[in-house]
């Protein structure tokens, strides 16, 4: 695994998960938006993302450990930081990079059925 992967998967999901819902919030979209969006991507209930995002679970751990991951994720396509999701070879780094282009998604005023295909 290399640095850059590495540290992010290291991140606690906590800290992450508040930069997610700060940049939808900014643009008008809510909490409850960005937690759709998990919830499709991850399979986890509202239950265990409320736990989670108030835990030591680390960025990495939290697809890890996904109950059941959404095959449809794998339709989100697009660039986020100039790369193609479809495109990363890793698969921890293109489960991050999906979640991070929904959300743009979301922010830029998308409507989560237009997201979620």
Do not use: H
């Not at 700060?22 to 008008?28: D, I, Q």
């Not at 751990?61 to 109950?67: N, Q, R």
């Not at 495109?87 to 990079?97: A, D, L, T, Y």
């Amino acid at each position: 695994m290399d640095k850059q992967v590495e540290k992010v998967g290291e991140m606690l999901f906590s800290k992450v998960y508040d930069l997610l819902v700060k940049k939808a919030e900014r643009k008008g979209r809510t909490k409850s938006e960005v937690d759709q969006l998990i919830l499709w991507q991850t399979g986890y209930t509202t239950t265990d993302l409320e736990e989670i995002s108030k835990s030591s679970i680390s960025y990495y751990e939290l697809f890890e450990e996904a109950p059941k991951l959404n095959p449809n994720r794998m339709l989100i396509k697009g660039r986020v930081c100039g790369v193609r999701v479809e495109e990363i070879e890793n698969s921890f780094m293109r489960e991050v990079r999906i979640l991070d282009k929904m959300v743009d998604e979301l922010a830029k005023g998308k409507s989560i059925e237009k997201i979620l295909k």
